[in-house]
């Protein structure tokens, strides 16, 4: 999985009043040079003042000053007009940054599953992310994380989760590896022909990052044509 990571940047907040200037909000995913996306359910509460936001991209160890990141403002955000934050249908935003990014062997846009792509259940997946490492966990971790997860049906999901789960939504883990707070709006990229495909945008699962219980993802193939309406025009 050497190259997995190339599309993982992290949203920040600068926020002027405090000494303590940068809180990283979400993990999102570079789609092109000059967009991203992230899940909504991290924006529900927040209230912004007197902060500036920012995409920080090439970064791999968030203590290290050596990386060669790409700090770039935030032009635009676009929410999703049907994101509901009872069911959390709809769980993207779009993110257009003020300047293109300079695309290198470090940063990389990932590519977009299909509208009428497949994903069957069972098929290995991975999914990063600075989040906990445990639910209970006193911070998140320095390093870039990686796990690798089956994906499940929406069938057997549903048995974990019941009617919470819509078709707008995939489900991959419950074996021992999961999303955690801190990774919402990540990726979870499966191979398709030889490429890594963004599948899913991390949303939602256990309060406690329970291993046995699958991780919930907003499904890429039901958002794609929004995605692209979008893009185009914007």
């Known amino acids: 999985h050497k190259y997995i990571y190339i599309y993982i940047c992290v949203y920040v907040i600068v926020n002027e009043n405090t000494t ?3 809180r990283v909000i979400a993990v999102n995913t570079m789609t092109f040079e000059k967009y991203v996306k992230v899940g909504l359910y991290n ?3 927040l209230i912004f003042y ?10 791999h160890d968030r203590s290290s000053n050596a ?10 955000s676009i929410k999703h007009p049907n994101y509901n934050s009872f069911t959390i249908n709809n769980d993207i935003l779009l993110i257009k940054l003020a300047t293109p990014a300079q695309l290198n062997t470090h940063v990389s846009p990932v590519c977009l599953a299909e509208t009428s792509d497949n994903f069957p259940g069972g098929m290995k997946c991975v999914t990063s992310g600075w989040g906990l490492t445990r639910y209970n966990a006193p911070d998140t971790p320095a ?6 997860l089956p994906l499940l049906t929406n069938d057997d999901c549903k048995r974990f989760w019941g ?12 074996s021992g590896a999961s999303s955690c707070m801190g990774d919402s709006g990540g990726p979870l990229v499966c191979e398709k022909n030889g490429v890594w495909t963004l599948v899913g945008i991390v949303s939602w699962g256990s309060s406690t ?4 219980s699958p ?16 893009i185009a025009a914007n």
Not at 50 to 59: A, D, K, P, Q, Y
């Open 163 to 174: 009617t919470n789960i819509t078709d707008l939504m995939i489900c991959a883990g419950a």
């Open 143 to 148: 390093l870039l994380q990686q796990a690798a």
């Open 20 to 22: 303590n200037r940068v």
């Open 215 to 230: 991780g919930v993802y907003a499904r890429v193939t039901k958002l794609r044509a929004w995605v692209d309406q979008t």
């Open 209 to 212: 990052c329970s291993t046995s």
């Open 50 to 59: 007197r902060t500036s936001h920012h995409v920080i991209l090439g970064e």
């Open 43 to 45: 924006f529900d509460y």
């Open 67 to 76: 990386e060669a990141i790409q700090t770039i403002s935030v032009g635009k």
